[in-house]
């Protein structure tokens, strides 16, 4: 079992920057791909980045690359999403996840624990 908490979330202006932090629960941590997904209103939930357990390999949608970075810390039981240039088409609530795989999955029904969320606004 794996309990994700999400915080940092908030309002900014476009081009401004917010660091999302996702605190897990579990004694196997880094044995989990982690993923940050997003849900704007009114369109279904959609990848944006992920991380492998423990090499530490990145997967990120094409909207954000080059924009935000994901990153963990094993030890902390901690993922992070650095997300900078941001748009007003970022806005959505950001979600947290984990699946129990080999491979970064792009897929929310892949994964099978999942934060309660946390409100990302950009502002224009």
């Known amino acids: 079992q794996v309990q994700l908490v999400e915080s940092g979330g908030g309002l900014v202006q476009a081009g401004g920057s917010l660091r999302l932090s996702c605190a897990a629960s579990?004694?196997?941590?880094?044995?989990?791909?982690m993923g940050w997904f997003r849900q704007a209103p009114g369109k279904e939930r959609e990848f944006v980045a992920g991380?492998?357990?423990?090499?530490?390999?990145?997967y990120y949608a094409d909207s954000v690359k080059g924009r935000f970075t994901i990153s963990r810390d094993n030890a902390k039981k901690m993922v992070y999403l650095q997300m900078n240039s941001l748009k007003p088409e970022d806005t959505a609530v950001y979600y947290c996840?984990?699946?129990?795989?080999?491979?970064?999955?792009?897929?929310?029904?892949?994964?099978?624990?999942w934060g309660q969320g946390t409100q990302v606004t950009v502002s224009s």
């Open positions: 996840a984990a699946t129990m795989s080999y491979y970064i999955r792009n897929v929310a029904r892949d994964y099978d624990y």
């Open positions: 579990g004694r196997t941590f880094s044995s989990y791909v």
């Open positions: 991380i492998s357990g423990s090499s530490g390999n990145t």
